[in-house]
């Protein structure tokens, strides 16, 4: 088995792991220390930066057409952590204890897989349910706003193959700061009857999540304050 060098850099491993996440899968049979990354030979100038990252471990990935192999059972047994197949993929939960600059690493090997950027709109994409959840985790922790529609897609022909129906979630990326707030023409009042609750945290933060919409917003201190 490949040794890794015996200090690495977290950034470069979330990297990697982001790469995974969204294109990556493992070999079979003998090759199942082998990772592989989709990636389309018009779009594999996206890749250099991971091939860097790779040869500096001592590693000797593989570019072939419409893929890069490499081959680790170190990082295959890290990867595995991420899940095996595009509906069962996450991010682990120990991923989250890193440090804004860290998590950045792990977003920018996401978004070259499976992002896309027009102007100041980004996208991502993911037919995980969990994965949704985990991104749009790990773009709160960046300071991003985000919120998420579920698409449908008939069947249709994609560079000459035909793709059967599939579905998908599309995640918006906001990283502008935006302050939100309601005019007095969109209130109205509405009987209620059943529990009202009243949340309290520790720094008066309250996160909602709302139709695939995530909401940070202040929490009052109460009566007396």
Not at 88 to 99: A, C, G, T
Not at 178 to 185: D, E, L, V
Not at 204 to 209: F, G, H, L, N, Y
Request: charged share 25%; net charge positive.
């Amino acid at each position: 088995m490949h040794k890794l060098p015996e200090k690495i850099l977290v950034s470069d491993l979330l990297y990697i792991m982001g790469w995974y996440i969204s294109e990556g899968s493992f070999g079979k049979g003998h090759d199942i220390n082998r990772v592989s990354i989709s990636q389309s030979t018009h779009r594999q100038g996206r890749l250099k930066k991971l091939i860097q990252i790779l040869k500096k471990w001592g590693l000797s990935p593989v570019l072939s057409k419409d893929v890069l192999s490499f081959g680790s059972g170190h990082i295959t047994n890290i990867l595995k952590e991420c899940g095996s197949g595009a509906g069962k993929k996450r991010i682990p939960n120990w991923v989250f204890d890193y440090d804004k600059k860290t998590l950045k690493s792990l977003y920018e090997g996401m978004m070259l897989g499976d992002g896309t950027q027009g102007g100041h709109h980004e996208s991502y994409y993911t037919i995980s349910e969990q994965l949704r959840d985990d991104f749009q985790l790990l773009c709160l922790l960046l300071g991003y706003s985000t919120s998420y529609i579920h698409r449908y897609h008939a069947r249709r022909k994609i560079e000459n193959h035909w793709v059967e129906e599939s579905y998908d979630y599309m995640i918006d990326i906001r990283k502008e700061r935006h302050t939100g707030y309601f005019r007095a023409n969109q209130a109205n009042t509405k009987h209620y009857k059943g529990v009202v609750w009243c949340v309290q945290t520790n720094n008066e933060t309250v996160i909602t999540r709302k139709d695939g919409e995530i909401v940070a917003s202040g929490n009052g201190r109460g009566e007396g304050w």
